[in-house]
């Protein structure tokens, strides 16, 4: 697929998906949600795809949801469509935004406003990079449109259920700073500088070993919200998954013979650690 509302760019083992319609805030429209299918997929199929970026075209959005000149067409609109989405056949409304099985970190860089969809998309990322300028909204609350790209759900996990529900009922619109103190945004970096930011640590991630970051997301992905003791089934069986890999016991190896980078003066790499 030539891509025309997005851009898909490969860094080494690092992917950026762009939203590319600058001139429409990044809205999401048909075609757009069809090339963020096929980009997404592309990521998680490739192999030697390690880490997701995913941003938006010039500096005043990231995304600012749904393109509601597209209407209904974004929407299912017969009783199969409408019963397939209910059983959660469907990708989502706005790309693969109900995907729940990508374990591969994503970081979102978000350079301007995260309106609506545009938010959910930030929520579907593990960690989000906010500019000094950017902003927050579930704007689509003034226009009687729900919540349909995971926003209704992973927000309250994200923030916490209070918060979420504030930012749900009111379509309250928040700075990056706000978005920084209730935890919707790890870092706030001046303008024009999230993507960077965003590579810097999507760079560091591919540096470590895969198997066990991976099956970690996955055990807190599927874990949250279930009893105690189901999140820790779950923890075990991700655990066991990847303990016997063989990066396993190169780690062990390496941490035995004290052959670690961060025991080489002036070259340590895990990020806040101190040593005299």
């Known amino acids: 697929m030539a891509f025309t509302e997005i851009t898909y760019e490969e860094h080494d083992q690092v992917r950026i998906i762009r939203f590319n319609r600058p001139e429409k805030r990044?809205?999401?429209?048909?075609?757009t949600h069809r090339e963020l299918i096929e980009a997404w997929t592309r990521f998680k199929d490739d192999d030697q795809a390690l880490v997701a970026i995913i941003t938006g075209a010039g500096d005043k959005a990231f995304c600012a949801g749904g393109d509601l000149e597209a209407g209904l067409d974004l929407v299912p609109s017969t009783a199969?469509?409408?019963?397939?989405?209910?059983?959660?056949?469907?990708?989502?409304?706005?790309?693969?935004?109900?995907?729940?099985?990508?374990y591969k970190p994503v970081i979102a860089a978000v350079n301007g406003a995260?309106?609506?969809?545009?938010?959910?998309?930030?929520?579907?990322?593990?960690?989000?990079?906010?500019?000094?300028?950017?902003?927050?909204?579930?704007t689509c609350r003034r226009w009687n449109i729900g919540?349909?790209?995971?926003?209704?759900?992973?927000?309250?996990r994200i923030v916490g259920l209070g918060r979420a529900m504030e930012l749900i009922l009111t379509g309250?619109?928040?700075?990056?700073?706000?978005?920084?103190?209730?935890?919707?945004a790890n870092e706030v970096v001046p303008k024009g500088q999230s993507l960077e930011r965003a590579l810097q640590l999507a760079r560091y991630l591919c540096t470590l070993p895969q198997p066990a970051l991976r099956t970690d997301k996955e055990a807190a992905i599927r874990g949250f919200g279930q009893p105690l003791a189901e999140g820790l089934r779950i923890e075990a069986e991700c655990f066991?998954?990847?303990?016997?890999?063989p990066e396993t016991l190169e780690g062990l190896r390496r941490f035995r013979e004290r052959d670690h980078p961060d025991r080489v003066p002036g070259q340590a790499s895990t990020p806040g650690l101190v040593r005299d």
């Open 240 to 245: 066991n998954r990847s303990i016997h890999h």
């Open 26 to 31: 990044n809205c999401i429209g048909p075609t």
């Open 172 to 184: 309250r619109v928040i700075s990056a700073t706000e978005a920084l103190n209730i935890g919707l």
């Open 114 to 138: 995260a309106y609506a969809g545009g938010l959910e998309w930030a929520c579907f990322a593990d960690m989000r990079i906010a500019e000094e300028h950017a902003s927050f909204g579930v």
């Open 80 to 102: 199969e469509e409408i019963a397939a989405h209910d059983r959660g056949e469907r990708p989502g409304i706005l790309g693969p935004s109900r995907w729940t099985d990508l």
């Open 147 to 156: 919540l349909a790209d995971g926003g209704s759900q992973r927000l309250p």
